[in-house]
T-cell receptor
Framework: DSGVTQTPKHLITATGQRVTLRCSPRSGDLSVYWYQQSLDQGLQFLIQYYNGEERAKGNILERFSAQQFPDLHSELNLSSLELGDSALYFC??????????????????FGAGTRLSVL | DQQVKQNSPSLSVQEGRISILNCDYT??????FLWYKKYPAEGPTFLIS?????DKNEDGRFTVFLNKSAKHLSLHIVPSQPGDSAVYFC??????????????FGKGTLLTVNP
């Protein structure tokens, strides 16, 4: 168990709909990352938050948005869903800079993922 | 344009033999290299890493080799065990604006270790 919790595990919805994926990071971790894994693709970085603030953006569509709340949990909102949005969405967290653990700066601990199916 | 390539989508080896997983990258500015393992229905888990100032790092049955001149990374597992069967992702760390780092992942290699 990585300590990162993602809900729900599975989500089935229709095109045009909006969904929210939730992530609770490991205790003490300030950074949250969101990734998308489509069929036959690696993990595509979407966005990173650090202590409530957006820190980095990757290949995130304008229809997608995220936020990190004061209690450090994060939500990824996907709207106007299309068939091609069907994928596994992973959340990861990492310790604050300077934490013991060697390269703690970017060892990311992943949740089990949310499988989104858009029909 | 893929910055991290794992050219073998799959690899099958016999239990007890060596498994060698390969990864190529394009940017010489990457400073840390990691391997993650992923079982079905689970998230990726960190396995082993290496800094760009080293060329080898060993942890039990797992050894990572870095050839900076060739921009090539490999993971050796010896001896391979059936429980090692999983998807292995190579990841590289680089700067993403200011002092912020980000990981870029390869597409993964499915390792199957046959009893």
């Amino acid at each position: 168990d990585s300590g990162v919790t993602q809900t729900p595990k599975h989500l089935i919805t229709a095109t045009g709909q909006r969904v929210t994926l939730r992530c609770s990071p490991r205790s003490g971790d300030l950074s949250v990352y969101w990734y998308q894994q489509s069929l036959d693709q690696g993990l595509q970085f979407l966005i990173q938050y650090y202590n409530g603030e957006e820190r980095a953006k990757g290949n995130i569509l304008e229809r997608f948005s995220a936020q990190q709340f004061p209690d450090l949990h994060s939500e990824l909102n996907l709207s106007s869903l299309e068939l091609g949005d069907s994928a596994l969405y992973f959340c990861a967290s990492s310790p604050p800079s300077g934490t013991s653990g060697g390269l703690a700066k970017n060892i990311q601990y992943f949740g089990a993922g949310t499988r989104l199916s858009v029909l | 344009d893929q910055q991290v390539k794992q050219n073998s989508p799959s690899l099958s080896v016999q239990e007890g033999r060596i498994s060698i997983l390969n990864c190529d990258y394009t940017n010489s500015m990457f400073d840390y290299f990691l391997w993650y393992k992923k079982y079905p229905a689970e998230g990726p888990t960190f396995l082993i890493s290496i800094s760009s100032i080293k060329d080898k790092n060993e942890d039990g049955r797992f050894t990572v080799f870095l050839n900076k001149s060739a921009k090539h990374l490999s993971l050796h597992i010896v001896p391979s065990q059936p429980g090692d069967s999983a998807v292995y992702f190579c990841a590289v760390r680089g700067l993403s604006g200011g002092s912020n780092y980000k990981l870029t992942f390869g597409k993964g290699t499915l390792l199957t270790v046959n009893p």
